[in-house]
T-cell receptor, first 110, second 115 residues
Framework: RKEVEQDPGPFNVPEGATVAFNCTYSNSASQSFFWYRQDCRKEPKLLMSVYSSGNEDGRFTAQLNRASQYISLLIRDSKLSDSATYLCVVNRGGSYIPTFGRGTSLIVHP | GAVVSQHPSWVICKSGTSVKIECRSLDFQATTMFWYRQFPKQSLMLMATSNEGSKATYEQGVEKDKFLINHASLTLSTLTVTSAHPEDSSFYIC???????????FGPGTRLTVT
């Protein structure tokens, strides 16, 4: 089993839709969790950190479920500009080495 | 957010030559920097972890004698691709992190083409 797994998609949704991504991780000692977005041929950019209590930033909501070892990202009212690849990052427990999921591709169409 | 620069943004070199890539954290001190490579339509692959003042830790399968990493200060790390070959052509990205539990910020990447 891979350390961090994501559904690669693509998720193809219309503008205004709500879309959710999940990411599972295998190391129960993992301490820190993040969502990044990466546009084609660009570097990843931090979207949000994921806290145990869940957190929200505008249209984006991230949640962590330690018992089931997954994190989620919810995007409400999708915009065309949300089209990108969304990367789940989990820092390994102890060493805090980041492990990336392969990314989930989102395409928002008019 | 924090700013990380990377230089050069792209480079073309001949097979057998060496290429140095610089990664700088511009507005914060980075205890750790990471080096990644990414092939088209593939995920980021961590190559090595670099802590200031100590030797880099390489991921399994990454040749440390080929990819030399130096982390001379809290704001600068360099990656030197030695004796480059066409198969080393890739997108190399660095990132920097303040402390172990915090997020990492990425440089804009360097596109290396070896002819």
């Amino acid at each position: 089993r891979k350390e961090v797994e994501q559904d690669p998609g693509p998720f193809n949704v219309p503008e205004g839709a709500t879309v959710a991504f999940n990411c599972t991780y295998s190391n129960s000692a993992s301490q820190s969790f993040f969502w990044y977005r990466q546009d084609c041929r660009k570097e990843p950019k931090l979207l949000m950190s994921v806290y145990s209590s869940g957190n929200e930033d505008g249209r984006f909501t991230a949640q962590l479920n330690r018992a089931s070892q997954y994190i989620s990202l919810l995007i409400r009212d999708s915009k065309l500009s949300d089209s990108a690849t969304y990367l789940c990052v989990v820092n390994r427990g102890g060493s805090y080495i980041p492990t990336f999921g392969r990314g989930t591709s989102l395409i928002v169409h008019p | 957010g924090a700013v990380v620069s990377q230089h050069p943004s792209w480079v073309i070199c001949k097979s057998g030559t060496s290429v140095k890539i610089e990664c700088r954290s511009l507005d914060f001190q980075a205890t750790t920097m990471f080096w990644y490579r990414q092939f088209p339509k593939q995920s980021l692959m961590l190559m090595a972890t670099s802590n200031e003042g100590s030797k880099a830790t390489y991921e399994q399968g990454v040749e440390k004698d080929k990819f030399l990493i130096n982390h001379a200060s809290l704001t600068l790390s360099t990656l030197t691709v030695t004796s480059a070959h066409p198969e080393d052509s890739s997108f190399y990205i660095c990132s920097a992190r303040r402390d172990p539990g915090s997020e990492q910020y990425f440089g804009p990447g360097t596109r290396l083409t070896v002819t």
